[in-house]
């Protein structure tokens, strides 16, 4: 701390003013980039790298605001802090939104082909892709820019396809016809994870099948009447004596010249519909699975955009599946084949990026076996190696890998790293061998088998999750990074995507680097609305966060963010409670200012800093130290909504209600010298009160500590040494002092109040004690506007009085001259009335049953409180009358 500060400050904090100005100040001086420094131990979080088509939304600004906190006070801490930033290539959402662009200019994906395709995707990924990266700078982000990595850079691509490689090798992927689910929008397989349920209100429609060589009819319900022209069987209970005459029959199906078995099966569930099912094998999974045990035609029905295809009769080609459905019902209606229709409630799976009604699909994909893989990323979860905050969290992992699935890894897209695979499509050389797929990274020069040059490679592209979830390692481009570097500390991330990513991630670091991918990780709360509704566009009820940070600055957003969000508790959030963040950051601007422009006439002197001391002194220091050891446990407990509490509790009710007032009494009237050692120890407890709130409000803090004193060119509060606890200065003695002195200025100031005493007015105080000091009477008086205090361990209370008991200590005030006193009692008895009046009404609504009843619950409770309320006040008025005499 120099001689004097640095410059005057003014009178008004301006988030405008000051944002751009040091983040800029931070770049230019490459305050965030990481090297390898093995004298330093790191500690490294990789962002989840949002999609490269996206924009910032109050998702991006709580994840990326906690992540922030803990890389900036480890580097302050003295770690070397590395936090690697990036996007993801996100195949389907780019792939959509590019078709859609080049839709919009008369461009057909399909017409222009791959490569073109492939052009204008990258072209607009470099011209509008990375835009929430720009965003995110507002945000006053500490990434290393320097390291931003892309999913798609060569680097990562190449590592990805060889990942593929290697697992093929290891016999764990492998090519399969299986039932997928198929997104018709992206005309794409997509996995069980991407797919959400939805209830929805539909039909169950009832028809029949004639019974072939009979008259007799079987009736069936189904939900999905457009698949009929694939059924293949119809399914029975073996144990359902309605049905059993009928097994081994076979029946007419309508539209067609086919003829489907009637077979028992354990599966069917007797009371669903009629007890008798239609099965689709090419269109169900659990008709799939029938159709296997009982050998059945699987027939697929839909093109890959589920319109109808050519397994179809000529009327039914071409259309929609829901048009379909519409002429199919109207057809059955019209041959007396429909019975009748019921409405019936049943969940629907929809395609999480296509927003469409997926389709179970038979397709010939590529599958990664995960029984294997998933072990010991179980083990390490359930071990502790990971530890998951909240905890609650494992069991939800746990139920997941208990139960994993092979994962369907290709994608029917273009844009995403392409599977490397290619076939041999040669000429008449070939042989049988020539039938198995060659798996490399570069194109094979000929064919191994026939040495044909003659090759096609897959048309595939792997799930973007196939890509991502290298990315815990493969950020880092060396081997002697990924030593250093890896395994990472944190990852922050949203708990929507722990099977997506976080489970995958540990799966791969696990196999492919032996070691966990992260000690911790952090699942962030889900950001809502007053009405505990998801923020969404579609909804529109989500903020831009960049007309929050333009409103009220990105600090205040920060805070606000972390001061809502419990940890493993959803955060209801409304721009208006960023006036929370708005508050606190002027708060912190006028204390700064107050010392500051003291500053300018009293010298501030480091010598000085350990002289004229007096408790409240040490109680500010025992404040610190206790805030510094209960906010290090909380940090280190992931409690960082606590940890916000933590600060600003020290900050607004110790150091600026406080401290800074109780420091007023001397800087306005004692000599030079105890001046000059009182202002350098509030400056001393002010920057280490800046250090700890800066990685919760940055740019604030910066202002203000370059304020403080004139600093080097480069030097920055981000890289400043963070406070170090010392348990020395932890003084309860002093603590348990000041909160005397504090009941007793409180009580005070709380009697002013409620007799109405006006602020300008002097007032006399008697205190009944027997342990009150000299200099707590002078802090008494200076901030309770006391004319003289009276101290007397056997003083009587004094006539018309009003009076408080703190700590065995009783205070008196005599109201005589400070009041009316009959007025006031005037005032008072004709309160109290009212009160009494609002008692009895508010008390006969809550003894009515009618209300009681029908009344809301949050109704009930308002006025159940109101009444409470009204109770405690009309208790409190009838003592003060008493006082008044």
């Known amino acids: 701390m120099s001689e004097n500060p640095n410059n005057e400050i003014s009178k008004a904090y301006s988030p405008s003013l000051v944002e751009d100005k040091w983040y800029e100040y931070w770049l230019k001086n490459n305050l965030f980039h990481s090297e390898v420094n093995n004298e330093k131990n790191p500690y490294t979080i990789v962002i989840p790298p949002p999609n490269v088509t996206g924009i910032l939304t109050m998702g991006h ?18 770690f070397n802090a590395c936090w690697v930033p990036g996007t993801d290539h996100a195949s389907i959402a780019t792939e959509t939104k590019v078709a859609n662009y080049l839709k919009e200019s008369g461009i057909n994906k399909d017409e222009i082909g791959r490569d073109k395709f492939l052009e204008y995707c990258w072209e607009w990924t470099k011209k509008y892709g990375g835009i929430i990266i720009q965003q995110l700078k507002k945000l006053g982000v500490s990434c290393d820019w320097e390291r931003e990595r892309f999913t798609m850079d060569d680097h990562y691509y190449k590592q990805v396809l060889e990942a593929f490689v290697k697992l093929y090798n290891e016999e764990k992927i492998y090519r399969g016809y299986r039932m997928v689910n198929w997104c018709p929008a992206s005309k794409s397989a997509i996995s069980d994870e991407e797919v959400n349920y939805r209830t929805v209100n539909g039909k169950l429609w009832f028809f029949k099948y004639r019974i072939d060589d009979s008259d007799e009819y079987i ?30 029959k076979t029946v007419l199906l309508p539209f067609t010249d086919r003829e489907i078995p009637i077979f028992a099966d354990e599966y069917v569930d007797m009371q669903f519909g009629t007890g008798a099912v239609k099965v689709t094998p090419a269109h169900d999974i659990n008709d799939y699975e029938m159709g296997k045990r009982h050998k059945l035609e699987v027939i697929n029905i839909f093109n890959d955009n589920a319109s109808l295809n050519h397994n179809v009769p000529d009327e039914f080609r071409g259309l929609d599946r829901y048009e379909a459905r519409e002429r199919i019902v109207e057809r059955l209606e019209e041959y007396g084949l429909l019975l009748k229709v019921e409405d019936y409630q049943t969940k629907i799976g929809y395609s999480e990026r296509g927003g469409v009604p997926i389709e179970p699909y038979l397709s010939e994909q590529w599958f990664m076996k995960m029984e294997e893989l998933a072990k010991p990323a179980l083990e390490a979860v359930k071990e502790g190696k990971i530890k998951f905050h909240p905890d609650h969290w494992v069991k939800t992992y746990e139920h997941w890998m208990g139960g994993i ?4 890894i290709s994608r029917q897209l273009w844009w995403g790293h392409r599977i490397p695979v290619w076939y041999c499509v040669g000429d008449d050389h070939c042989n049988l061998e020539c039938k198995n797929p060659i798996v490399s990274v570069e194109r094979p020069d000929k064919c191994p088998h026939c040495g044909s040059k003659n090759l096609k490679q897959d048309e595939d592209v792997l799930d973007t999750w196939a890509s991502s979830w290298l990315w815990a390692y493969e950020v880092f481009r060396t081997e002697d990074e990924q030593r250093y570097y890896y395994p990472t500390d944190t990852l922050v991330t949203a708990p929507d995507i722990i099977f997506f990513w976080v489970a995958r991630m540990i799966i791969a670091g696990l196999h492919f680097k032996n070691a966990i991918p992260f000690k911790n990780v952090y699942f962030t709360s889900i950001i809502r609305d007053l009405q505990g509704r998801k923020m969404s566009k579609s909804l529109g009820n989500s903020p831009d966060p960049l007309d929050v940070i333009s409103e009220y600055g990105a600090d205040a957003l920060r805070f606000t963010v972390i001061y809502l969000a419990p940890l493993g508790q959803d955060v209801l959030f409304s721009s208006e409670k960023c006036e929370l963040g708005r508050n606190f950051a002027n708060k912190l601007w006028n204390a700064g200012r107050f010392l500051l422009m003291n500053a300018v006439n009293i010298k501030v002197k480091k010598d000085l800093i350990d002289k004229h001391l007096d408790f409240s002194d040490d109680w500010i220091y025992s404040r610190l130290n206790q805030t510094l050891q209960s906010l290090n446990n909380a940090m280190e407990s992931f409690e960082i909504n606590n940890a916000i509490k933590i600060i600003y509790s020290f900050a607004w009710n110790d150091f600026c209600d406080w ?40 740019f604030i803090t910066e202002e203000l500590w370059q304020s403080i004193e004139k600093r080097q060119d480069g030097e920055s509060i981000s890289t400043s040494q963070y406070p170090k606890l010392n348990n020395s200065l932890i003084n309860l003695s002093a603590e348990r002092e000041m909160k005397f002195v504090q009941d007793i200025i409180t009580a005070i100031r709380n009697i002013r109040g409620e007799m109405n005493i006006a602020p300008s007015k002097f007032i006399t105080v008697y205190l009944k004690s027997q342990n009150v000091t000299l200099y707590q009477i002078e802090y008494i008086k200076k901030l309770s506007r006391v004319s003289e205090v009276i101290v007397d361990a056997n003083l009587s209370k004094p006539k018309a009085s009003a009076s408080a008991v703190i700590n065995n200590c009783e205070i008196y005030i005599p109201l005589e001259g400070l009041i009316d006193l009959e007025v006031e009692k005037s005032r008072l008895q004709k309160e109290i009335s009212r009160l009494e009046n609002s008692l009895i009404g508010i008390e006969k609504k809550l003894s009515n049953e009618k209300f009681i009843l029908n009344a809301a619950k949050d109704v009930i409770e308002r006025e159940q409180a109101k009444q409470l309320d009204w109770k405690n006040n009309l208790s409190k008025l009838n003592d003060i009358l008493i006082n008044l005499g």
Not at 61 to 78: A, H, P
Not at 672 to 683: G, N, P, Q, Y
């Open 61 to 78: 600004i709580l994840n990326n605001t906690i992540q922030d906190i803990f890389i900036r006070t480890k580097r302050m801490q003295g």
């Open 405 to 408: 699935r092979d994962w369907c």
């Open 659 to 698: 401290y800074i007032e109780l420091a007023k009494n001397r800087l306005y009237a004692d000599g030079e010298e105890i001046k000059s050692s009182v202002l350098t120890r509030a400056l001393a407890v002010f920057e280490n009160l800046l250090k700890i709130i800066h990685p919760f409000m940055p």
């Open 219 to 248: 009736t069936v319900a189904t939900t999905r009447p457009e698949t009929m022209l694939g059924d293949t069987g119809i399914a029975v209970n073996p144990n359902d004596e309605r049905y059993k005459k009928y097994i081994g």
